[in-house]
C-alpha cells in the first residue's frame, strides 16, 4: 500500500481543521461555539442569517433570511435578520445557505488505496478500520456532507462502530446509516476472493452475508437487522473493483433479491442492490429494491422499470475518473481499471438517458473509491450530463431523505428537522462548483466548520 498517497494528507489537513475549530470556542461573542469532542449531538442552538437560502424543496432559493435552531432541532425560517436575542448570530450575509449533504453511497471505512491490495482486509483490525473511519467522517463532515449512506465494509460491523461513536458524540462526523455487511453469492462483488488467497485462509469477518439461496439470504439480512443495519444491501451482479466479476452479469437471481426485501421491508428497513447490468437492474427493481446502486449499463427497458416502480438510482459518475487517473497511478489491478474504462462513460450516458425520462436519481458516489472528501466532485459532472444545478442539489438533500426513509430528520430547511445546515460563497445555482468550497457545516445547531475570515460587509443589527 501506498502510506504517501495525496488522500493520506488531504484527510490529516482536513482533520487539522476539524481539530481547530474543536479548541477555538472563543470565536467572538456572536459567533456560534464550535462542537468540541466529545460533544452532545444534536443539542446545539443558534441563529444563521443567510443572504439566500436553499431548502431543499423549493424550485428557488429564497433571499434574505434568518433560520434558528434550538436544542439541535430547525425552528423558523424569517425574513431579513430578525433573530431571537437569546441565540447567537451567525452571519452569513453572503452566502448561500443550504440543507446539509447527503451522499447515498458511500464506504467510509474504507480507502481509495485499499483497491491496489485487497488483501488489506484480511489483517486490518476493527480497531484500524475505525482509525480510518474517524478520519474519512471528519473529511467528510467538513465538505459538508452531514448525513451519509454507507453502503458496505467488507470487514463486517466496522460501519456500526463508526456510527456508534459519531452518535455518542465521540467523533465529529455525518449522520450514517448502515448496512453491517453485504449480502453476496460465493465469489460474487461483495465477497473477498482473492487470487492467490486460499478460500481458508480468508477470515470469516469478511464473508459474514456470503451465501446462497433465497432461504439463507433471508437469514443472513434478518442478521444484519438484528445486528442494528439501518439498510440492508445486495450485490445484485458482477463488480467493477472485484476479481472476476462481470459487471454486466448477474449474481444474486431475482428470488434470493425477493427474499431479501421481504425481510427488509417486514422490518422497515430500505434496500439498496448494487447492479451495473440491465438484468440485474430490473430483476432488483422487479424483486421490490428501492434503489439501484451504479445503473451502469441501464437500458431503456430498465428506464421503464424504474420510473413505473419509482425506484431511484444512484449513479456514481464521478469516481471512474479518479480510478482512471490516480487508481492507474496507485497501480490498481488491471481488471479493475479495464472495467472502469468499459463502464464509465456508459454509465453517464444512462444517467443523461434516465434522468430525461424522469427517474427519480439520488445523490451518491461510492466514496471510498475516491477519497473520502471530494463528494462534491460529482455535482458538476450530474450538471454536465443533464440535470438543473436545482436538481442536483435535491438529489443530495430532500430527494436523499426520501430514499433514504428520514424525510422526517435531514434533507430539508424545514421547522422540525435536525438542524444541519451549510454554507457556501456565491451562488450554487449559477455555479455548481461551488459546492465543493463548503465552508460552514452546522450539523444538530453545532457548528463544526466556520468562514475562516469574518463576511467583510457585517451590516448592523435590525433589533
Ligand atoms: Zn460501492
Known amino acids: 500500500m501506498n502510506t504517501q498517497s495525496p488522500h493520506r494528507r488531504r484527510a490529516a489537513a482536513l482533520l487539522g481543521i476539524a481539530g481547530a475549530l474543536a479548541t477555538c470556542g472563543a470565536a467572538g461573542a456572536r459567533r456560534p461555539a464550535s462542537a468540541q469532542v466529545p460533544f452532545v449531538p444534536d443539542s446545539g442552538s443558534l441563529a444563521v ?5 436553499i431548502d431543499g424543496e423549493a424550485d428557488a432559493p429564497q433571499r434574505d433570511v434568518t433560520v434558528v435552531i434550538r436544542a439541535g432541532r430547525l425552528g423558523a425560517l424569517t425574513p ?3 433573530h431571537p436575542a437569546d441565540l447567537p448570530l451567525l452571519e ?11 451522499d447515498m453511497h458511500t464506504h467510509i471505512t474504507e480507502l481509495p488505496e485499499d483497491e491496489a491490495d485487497l488483501k488489506v482486509f484480511f489483517t486490518r483490525t476493527a480497531a484500524q478500520a475505525q482509525a480510518i473511519g474517524v478520519r474519512n467522517a471528519a473529511a467528510t463532515l467538513a465538505a459538508g456532507f452531514t448525513t451519509v449512506r454507507d453502503v458496505g465494509t467488507y470487514v463486517a460491523w466496522t460501519d456500526r462502530i463508526l456510527r456508534d461513536s459519531i452518535n455518542r458524540g ?7 446509516a448502515i448496512v453491517g455487511y ?10 473477498l476472493v482473492v487470487p492467490g488467497v486460499a478460500e481458508k485462509d480468508i477470515p470469516a469477518r469478511v464473508r459474514v452475508g456470503v451465501t446462497r439461496g433465497p432461504e439463507q439470504f433471508r437469514l443472513r439480512a434478518q442478521g444484519a437487522i438484528d445486528g442494528g443495519a439501518e439498510l440492508v444491501k445486495v450485490i445484485a451482479s458482477g463488480a467493477v473493483l472485484a476479481y472476476g466479476g462481470v459487471p454486466g452479469a448477474p449474481e444474486m437471481n431475482r ?10 421491508h417486514a422490518a422497515h428497513r430500505k434496500i439498496a442492490a448494487h447492479a451495473h447490468g440491465a438484468q440485474s437492474i430490473k430483476d432488483a427493481i422487479l424483486a421490490g429494491v428501492d434503489t439501484v446502486e451504479h445503473a451502469s449499463y441501464i437500458d431503456d427497458e430498465a428506464i421503464a422499470l424504474a420510473k413505473a416502480h419509482s425506484v431511484a438510482l444512484s449513479m456514481d459518475v464521478y469516481n471512474g475518473d479518479y480510478t482512471e487517473t490516480e487508481g492507474r497511478r496507485q497501480h490498481w489491478p488491471e481488471e479493475f481499471l479495464r472495467k ?3 463502464s464509465t462513460e456508459a454509465q453517464r450516458q444512462g444517467f443523461t438517458a434516465a434522468h430525461a425520462a424522469g427517474v427519480p436519481i439520488v445523490f451518491g458516489t461510492d466514496a471510498g473509491v475516491y477519497p473520502h472528501g471530494l463528494n462534491a466532485r460529482q455535482f458538476p459532472i450530474m450538471v454536465q450530463r443533464g440535470m438543473r444545478p436545482m436538481e442536483a442539489i435535491k438529489s443530495a438533500t430532500s430527494l436523499a431523505a426520501h430514499y433514504l426513509g428520514w424525510d422526517d430528520r435531514v434533507g430539508r430547511l424545514v421547522p422540525g428537522l435536525y438542524g444541519d445546515l451549510i454554507a457556501v460563497r456565491g451562488d450554487p445555482l449559477r455555479d455548481i462548483d461551488r459546492l465543493q468550497h463548503v465552508e460552514t457545516v452546522i450539523k444538530g445547531g453545532l457548528a463544526f466548520k466556520l468562514p475562516r475570515r469574518a463576511p467583510p460587509r457585517a451590516r448592523p443589527e435590525a433589533g
Open 49 to 53: 442569517h443567510c443572504g439566500a437560502l
Open 80 to 82: 431579513g435578520r430578525a
Open 92 to 102: 452569513l450575509g453572503d452566502y448561500t445557505c443550504l440543507p446539509g449533504l447527503i
Open 170 to 176: 465521540e467523533v465529529a462526523g455525518p449522520r450514517m
Open 182 to 191: 453485504y449480502l453476496t453469492i460465493p465469489g460474487g462483488g461483495g465477497d
Open 255 to 264: 428470488e434470493e433479491i425477493a427474499a431479501a426485501v421481504e425481510v427488509a
Open 340 to 342: 472502469n474504462l468499459e
